[in-house]
């Protein structure tokens, strides 16, 4: 894990699963319209959580691109799941300004909510086609525009899953905060 800190935040980076973050408070599930399982992020997520999370979700959907709603964590060892819909490269436009939204609107809920600790995937680089380079610029931009207006969230982590992605947020990080 490397770890940076800006404005008393703890900014964090690892390579994992992001359903077996035991020690976040609340995760970011990389979201479809209706908040149901998928493949990847949000199958991890909600084969992690359980069923219950599928029921609660229910009342939310369907959410637009860049929006997000906040859930319960059911069987995860996270207290809350943070839902985004991120944007599909080429089809939801404007796709850095969606995008950005996302990661803007999971802080605002996280504070909301006075949560402490939030770990995020790399939203829309899966399925959604998003490339990495720019959605990982997108991402880290828009948490470190966002850091100080937060009062409750001390820690950040970012989680990703390939190697490739691991140094592609590792080089942007580093040259921000390095």
Known sequence: MKTYTKNGIDIELVQGDIASQ?????VVNA????????GGVAGAIHRGAGPGLT????????????????TGGHNLPNAYVIHCLGPRWEIDTPEEELLRRCYRR????????EIT?????????GAFGYPVEEATEA???????????????????FVVFSDRDRE????????RLG
Do not use: H, K, M, W
């Open 106 to 113: 999971a802080l605002e809920l996280a504070e909301e909510n």
């Open 117 to 125: 600790s939030v770990a995020f995937p790399a939203l829309s680089t």
């Open 55 to 70: 029921e609660e979700t229910r009342q939310y959907a369907p959410i637009e691109p860049g929006e997000a709603v906040v």
């Open 168 to 175: 592609v947020y590792r080089e942007v990080l580093d040259g």
């Open 31 to 38: 979201a479809n319209a209706q908040l149901r399982t998928g």
């Open 22 to 26: 035991d020690d976040i408070e609340a």
């Open 139 to 157: 991402a880290v931009d828009e948490v470190l525009a966002g850091l100080e207006g937060l009062e409750s969230v001390e820690r950040i982590r």
